[in-house]
Every structure is written in C-alpha cells, then in structure tokens.
C-alpha cells in the first residue's frame, strides 16, 4: 500500500514535470523542426498563399511524438501565435518576422496551431 502510493506521487511529479516544462521542450523540438526540416521564409509564404495545412506537412515521427507528448500534457494554453513566435525568434529570425509582418502568414499560423490543437486533444 505504501510503494503504491509512493508509485501515484511519482506519476503525478512526473506528469506535473513534464506539464510544466512543456512549453520549453516544445521550443526545442520546434527549433529542431525548422532547422532539420530547412523551413525557410520561402517555403513558409508557399504555405500560406497556398493556405496549405501545416499537419500534412510535418514528417511522420513528428506527428507520432506529438501525439505521445498530448498523452502526457493535456492543457497547452501556451501554445499561441505570440508562444510560438517567441520561441523561434532567436535560432530562425527571419521566420519570426515573417509572422511578425504579415497579417496573412500570422493568421495562417494561428489557424495551423488551433488545428494543430484540435488534431491532438479532440
């Protein structure tokens, strides 16, 4: 009885660990992302004009470990267009202020993230 409630409290620090430092481990992968995938400010305004959906777009083990990670964090109200372009605007600038600049691609971003969010929790 007692390992048993020694196991639940280490679950529930775990689970709020990793809900706490999920913000920050999603700004890695993110970073990662983009530079892995060479998402450049040409491909983004493709994407955008096209109104293509960025789900489709993102590689198969992408999409696997976000799904994993949803399991663990079930609330993400950080992740806005404003997180977002916080978190990439040191290691991809030019992307930043992309988003920054254009109303088109910044409402095109908002819209592939409430996607995103839909895809992961609904």
């Given at each position: 009885m007692?390992?048993d409630n020694?196991?639940g409290i280490?679950?529930?620090?775990?689970?709020?660990?990793?809900?706490?430092?999920?913000?920050?481990l999603?700004?890695g992968v993110?970073?990662e992302l983009?530079?892995?995938?060479?998402?450049?400010?040409?491909?983004?305004i493709?994407?955008?004009?096209?109104?293509?959906?960025?789900?489709?777009?993102?590689p198969?083990d992408?999409?696997?470990?976000?799904?994993?990670?949803?399991?663990?964090?079930?609330?993400?109200?950080?992740?806005?267009?404003?997180?977002?372009?916080?978190?990439?605007?040191?290691?991809h600038?030019?992307?930043?202020?992309?988003?920054?600049g254009w109303?088109?691609?910044r409402n095109?971003?908002?819209r592939?993230?409430?996607?995103?969010?839909?895809e992961?929790y609904?």
């Amino acid at each position: 009885m007692v390992l048993d409630n020694i196991r639940g409290i280490g679950e529930l620090t775990l689970k709020g660990l990793i809900a706490t430092q999920a913000p920050n481990l999603f700004k890695g992968v993110l970073n990662e992302l983009l530079r892995r995938e060479d998402i450049t400010v040409d491909k983004v305004i493709t994407m955008v004009e096209k109104n293509q959906p960025l789900w489709d777009q993102l590689p198969s083990d992408i999409t696997h470990s976000l799904r994993r990670a949803a399991e663990h964090v079930t609330d993400v109200p950080w992740l806005t267009v404003e997180w977002f372009i916080e978190a990439i605007k040191t290691q991809h600038p030019a992307l930043a202020s992309l988003f920054l600049g254009w109303r088109k691609a910044r409402n095109w971003l908002g819209r592939q993230i409430e996607a995103i969010k839909k895809e992961l929790y609904e």
